[in-house]
């Protein structure tokens, strides 16, 4: 706002003045936008941090009660110049630091929420009859089921030493993948 005309003293003084203030006002503004960055920067430092301590235990294997943080530092301090070459990239925004900080964790669910799927498919199904002895397919008698409804083997098919006894009167049930005699029972 440049004046075009000549003004008076008093009217320069009130421009200068509303100047000032604009320019205070603008400082004020600056430092408060510098403060939010900085705390947002924390933060998201905070978020690396963060990330970065969970990836050492997930690799590691270890709980954080157990991670030798002076060991830690003193291996991290050995490959320091292999981990620069392999793990920094070229500059970025703080944002873009974030973004890509976020993918990354975005990617370890994926990878975490497979894992568990994976898990769940390997996993034996407790559904499923557990392996052990079959009765032959033409059998006309009905067996007795547990309350899963699986097969509950006659007490003459084995005994808890493994000898045939049909006198064995121990109820048996499929625990894993052997049979095991139920707990709790004398």
């Known amino acids: ?4 005309k000549m003004k008076s003293s008093g009217e320069l003084e009130e421009y200068i003045a509303e100047l000032k203030e604009q320019l205070k006002q603008a400082k004020l503004d600056k430092r408060e936008a510098l403060a939010r960055e900085q705390k947002q920067a924390r933060e998201w430092r905070t978020d690396l941090a963060h990330t970065l301590g969970e990836t050492v235990l997930t ?3 270890c709980d954080w009660t157990r991670l030798d943080l002076e060991a830690l530092r003193e291996w ?3 490959h320091a110049g292999e981990m620069q070459t392999l793990l920094v990239g070229p500059e970025r925004t703080p944002e873009d630091a ?6 990354f964790r975005r990617g370890q669910a994926a990878e975490v929420k497979q894992e568990t799927q994976q898990a769940e498919v390997d996993a034996p ?4 009859p557990a392996a052990g002895p079959t009765e032959p397919e033409n059998n006309t008698e009905a067996s007795a089921t547990d309350a899963g409804g699986t097969a509950i083997p006659t007490t003459d098919s084995v005994t808890a030493d493994g000898n045939d006894n049909e006198t064995q009167d121990t ?12 707990q709790g029972w004398n």
């Open 98 to 103: 974030h973004d890509a900080l976020i993918a």
């Open 59 to 61: 690799v590691t294997g």
């Open 1 to 4: 706002m440049k004046p075009t």
């Open 76 to 78: 991290l301090v050995d």
């Open 125 to 128: 199904q407790e559904d499923a």
């Open 171 to 182: 109820p048996w049930t499929p625990q894993g993948e052997s049979w095991q005699p139920q």
